[in-house]
Every structure is written in structure tokens, then in C-alpha cells.
């Protein structure tokens, strides 16, 4: 059940001490969401398992009797629904549940002396009680990490009912057996608090991944996983790089502080260094440059790119260049910067544009050079299951972007679940989605 909730954020995962540039939050909300659809998921996994051999001698006055009872497969569970809590002390969830009713049924077999025999077997157990504490840490590779730190049980009552060979004659001595299986199964559950009993898992999840064949996204844990009694706070790098030269951008991830949302089940939190570190990443691999000639143009524009209609900008061209194509050298002189503020996101660019006359031979002429400094503002936000946005600028890009942005795209969707009731807020230096999680309940966890 815990890994299902965890991996709810694995939503969508290193160097200690190093600043996280993208934030994953699990409020109590969505920790008891999790909580909630897990038990009938745990519940139908349990009715699927065949459990540990249980083996063992019991005296009955008239000697001993060796048994082993095989093949325990779980008929029916009577799961309630159990207490999950934040868990400061550990750094994890500790969880609760109380009378756990269980149908067991499997194969017996017996040595009493020379005398084998064997049959079938139903068994209850009524009333278990289990508390469990699990411990979320960071692996050396950056990926979250689960350990078991402790579980107890206590087995209320056992009844069982053998059937089949001579089970008449060892029905009446049960009551010997029930205090040694109980206390089998009590101690074949609880996992001890040394370093031995202790069992560690991984949370698969990508720590870095090739977005495209330019960029690779690294998002390793940053630092173990922060834990109070609301929610639980997720760490991660966040930072995109080149495939090719994966160079580190000559600026570092800022510290930001996520605010309190628990009428949400989720929230994610990105720093403007993700958006920046990308953008380095296409600036440092020589990709923010395009050379613009004339076929580019629309073939309904009034203005070509020539040095004739050019010249109604420039007089001068037609005059020294008569009747010559033209191109244009724009780059990036700078890789774009983005900055989150409050209620809009801003972005930078300095771009040169070189222009260029195209001799009938072919021999480019320079012409002129032009330095742009441009700003936007963009506004962002989510409606309909869908990112939308504005940007202001007024020339020809404003309108191309505001309208990609003003249809918006649609919001990823995971494999069993999808985000609902989604907010998106700006900041100083981040953005936060907030967002409840809708489980899919025609899906089931494989």
C-alpha cells in the first residue's frame, strides 16, 4: 500500500547539500487518499499470495508430533481499513490496523513416531493486529529509498480444522497446536529493528533520462526526503543538460520554500533554474541560431527577403545591391533567461541578427548587424485539464505564442491516475501546481 501512495509522486526522481530545483509534496490529504484505494488493492493481492511453509514439533504427553502445514494459500481477508500517519521519527509512515480477520487454507502433513499421514486444512485467524514503521531515505544514486524499521503483530485467535488421513485423531489435540502457530505466524511477520532483520527496497523511478536528442533531464533525489507531521517534502535536481557536451550552466539552483496546501492532495514546485538550465543546454550546443532566406517567407507577405523590398527600411540597399536576395543570421548572443515572479513569468533575450546580400555567385555580402534585447511577460494557468497561458509582446511572435499558449496543452496523465481540480501559482523564482489525484479505478496496479 505504501509504495502505492509513494509511487503517486513518482509522478512522476546528487550531490548532498545541493539546492533541488523541482519540489514533490504528499500532503496528509493524499497520503490518506492513498490509503484509502490501497487497502482494496492490498486487499485483492492478498487473496492471490501462498505464504511461508510453516514447519514444527509440539508435545502431546504421549510424544512428540512432527508437522508441516504447505501450500498456505489465503481464501478470504477481512481487511479494514488502516491508520497511516507522517512518521517524524523515522522519517517515513507508520501505519496501524486492527482486527484483521484472515481464511487460510493449504495441506498438512504429520510424523508421529513411524505413523505419516497427511490431508487438507482450513484455518481462521481472527483478530490480528499489525503496526508497521517504514523508513524513506536516499540512495547513494539518488533514487528513494524504503526500509522496513519495524513490524509487530498480534494474532487474536487461531482456529483450524483438519481434514482428510487420520485427522479424527489429531482433530482433538488442536488447542496444542494453535499457541505454536500463532506464535509462527507472530514472528514469521514482525520484522526485528537490527540491521540484519531490516529489509531496504528502491523506488524505481528515472533519476536522468533523454527528453530529445538534444537535452537529458537529471532528477536525482537532492537529499533524504523531509518529513512533519503534514506532509512529506521530495527533493529533486531538476537540472536539464546536453547530450552532447553536458556542460554545467555558469549559474547555481536557488533555495525556495513551497507554501502549505493541504486542501490539495499533491503539489509540485519548479524553480525558474530548470527552465534556465535547458535553455543553457540548447545556447551551449550552438541549436539558438537559424539562418532565414526568402523561401522561408510566406508567399502571401508583402515584404520579401530582398535588397528591393528592403529597401522601403533601408534606402540605401537597392541603390548598392540592386536586385539581390537577401539572409538573415539571427543567434542568440546569450542563452534566454527565464525568472518567475509573482503572477506572471519573464523572459529575457539577446539576440543578433546578421543580414546578409546574395551574390548571383552565391557570396554572401554583409550588410548590417543588429543587436535585439527583448522582454516578454507570460501568464500561466490551468483550466479544463489544460496549461494555458498569455505573453505580452506587441509584434508578430506575441501573436504566434499567445495563441499556442491560449489553446493550451493538455496535462500529462499517469498510468493508473490522473491529476484533477489542478491550480497553477507563481512566485519569486518558482511556480506551484497544486492538485488532487483521481485513482482509475477501471485500471489495476500490476
Not at 508435545?59 to 507522517?86: M, R
Not at 530529445?212 to 503534514?230: G, Q, R
Not at 540605401?316 to 518567475?340: C, D, I, N, T
Not at 499556442?404 to 493538455?410: E, N, T, V
Request: net charge negative; glycine share 8%; with cysteine.
Amino acid at each position: 500500500m505504501l509504495p502505492a501512495v509513494i509511487a503517486l509522486l513518482m509522478l512522476l526522481s546528487c550531490t548532498s547539500g545541493q539546492k533541488p530545483a523541482i519540489q514533490v509534496i504528499l500532503t496528509n490529504k493524499g497520503l490518506q487518499y492513498g490509503k484509502h484505494t490501497g487497502t482494496g488493492l492490498v486487499q485483492e493481492k492478498l487473496e492471490n499470495i501462498t505464504l511461508p511453509d510453516i514447519s514444527g514439533e509440539i508435545n502431546i504427553k504421549i510424544g512428540k508430533v512432527h508437522y508441516t502445514l504447505s501450500g498456505i494459500a489465503v481464501k478470504q481477508c477481512d481487511l479494514p481499513e488502516p491508520s497511516v500517519q507522517f512518521f517524524q521519527d523515522a522519517t517515513g509512515f507508520k501505519t496501524s490496523s486492527s482486527g484483521l480477520n484472515v481464511a487460510l487454507a493449504g495441506e498438512w502433513r504429520t510424523r508421529f513416531g513411524a505413523i505419516h499421514d497427511g490431508g487438507s486444512f482450513d484455518m481462521v485467524m481472527f483478530g490480528v493486529d499489525v503496526t508497521s514503521v517504514v523508513e524513506l531515505g536516499k540512495a547513494p544514486d539518488g533514487h528513494l529509498s524504503i526500509t522496513s524499521i519495524s513490524c509487530d503483530a498480534l494474532v487474536g485467535d487461531v482456529n483450524i480444522h483438519f481434514h482428510g488421513g487420520a485427522s479424527f485423531i489429531f482433530q482433538p489435540f488442536v488447542h496444542y497446536f494453535k499457541g505454536r502457530i500463532r506464535n509462527e505466524i507472530e514472528s514469521g511477520v514482525t520484522v526485528g529493528s537490527s540491521d540484519d532483520a531490516q529489509v531496504k527496497h528502491t523506488v524505481k523511478m528515472f533519476i536522468s533520462f533523454d527528453v530529445n536528442e538534444v537535452l537529458s533531464l537529471d532528477l536525482p533525489l537532492t537529499d533524504i526526503p523531509l518529513i512533519d507531521a503534514s506532509r512529506l517534502n521530495l527533493g529533486l535536481k531538476g537540472e536539464f543538460y546536453s547530450i552532447r557536451s553536458h556542460k554545467e550552466p555558469p549559474f547555481k539552483a536557488q533555495p525556495f520554500t513551497m507554501p502549505e496546501q493541504p486542501d490539495y492532495m499533491l503539489a509540485v514546485g519548479l524553480s525558474d533554474f530548470t527552465l534556465n538550465s535547458a535553455s543553457y543546454g540548447y545556447y551551449s550546443d550552438g541549436l539558438l541560431q537559424i539562418v532565414i532566406n526568402d523561401s522561408m517567407i510566406p508567399s502571401i507577405s508583402p515584404i520579401r527577403l530582398n535588397t528591393t523590398s528592403m529597401g522601403v527600411f533601408i534606402p540605401q540597399l537597392p541603390k548598392k545591391f540592386p536586385g539581390l536576395l537577401m539572409s538573415l543570421q539571427v543567434y542568440a548572443r546569450e542563452a534566454p533567461m527565464f525568472s518567475f515572479q509573482p503572477g506572471a513569468a519573464k523572459l529575457s533575450s539577446q539576440v543578433d541578427v546578421k543580414a546578409f546580400a546574395i551574390e548571383p555567385n552565391g557570396t554572401q555580402v554583409p550588410l548590417f548587424k543588429l543587436s535585439v534585447d527583448s522582454k516578454f511577460s507570460t501568464k500561466l494557468w490551468i483550466s479544463g485539464g489544460s496549461l494555458k497561458g498569455s505573453v505580452t509582446m506587441d509584434n508578430e511572435m506575441y501573436f504566434c505564442v499567445s495563441d499556442k499558449l491560449g489553446k493550451g496543452w493538455i496535462l500529462p496523465r499517469m498510468k493508473h491516475a490522473q491529476l484533477v481540480n489542478s491550480v497553477l501559482k507563481m512566485e519569486e523564482g518558482f511556480l506551484a501546481v497544486s492538485s488532487d489525484v483521481e485513482v482509475l479505478l477501471t485500471d489495476r496496479f500490476n
